[in-house]
């Protein structure tokens, strides 16, 4: 399962919940584009994908264009994930591949916040806190 969500200012908030399908990875893709076409300018992007596993070739093949179709918007984009996984590694590998040095990988949510709040307003800043939070409820 896939949400992708624009609830204050420039700030994108993405969760995954694995197993997903192709058909899951495409209806993200373009909810993102959705959400992109409504903001101007540059986005700063949070994804909780802590409950996600390994994508499948082909996954991991969509997501890296989604990764480089969308790097001309990104300010910031920052993913939190679980302990050092293979998810980790793949998604590390992904990250390398988009060649976008603003794009990140965390396991703990406060480098997470600390990479992020630079490129963030107050009000982004506080929903940033409740969603990461919101992993919690």
Do not use: W
Not at 42 to 52: C, G, N, P, Q, W
């Amino acid at each position: 399962m896939f949400s992708v969500e624009a609830r204050v200012g420039r700030l994108i908030e993405i969760r995954l919940v694995t197993p997903i399908s192709m058909k899951d990875v495409e209806g993200a893709r373009a909810a993102l584009v959705r959400v992109l076409q409504r903001l101007s300018g540059k986005v700063v992007l949070v994804s909780d994908i802590t409950r996600a596993t390994l994508f499948t070739p082909e996954e991991a093949d969509l997501m890296l264009e989604i990764f480089k179709a969308d790097n001309p918007r990104v300010e910031r984009s920052a993913f939190l994930l679980d302990d050092g996984t293979d998810f980790h590694r793949q998604l590390q590998r992904l990250i390398a591949q988009a060649k976008n040095s603003m794009r990140r990988a965390f396991q703990d949510p406060d480098e997470l916040k600390a990479f992020l709040v630079t490129a963030l307003t107050d009000e982004e800043h506080g929903r940033l806190t409740r969603f990461l939070a919101e992993r919690f409820a």
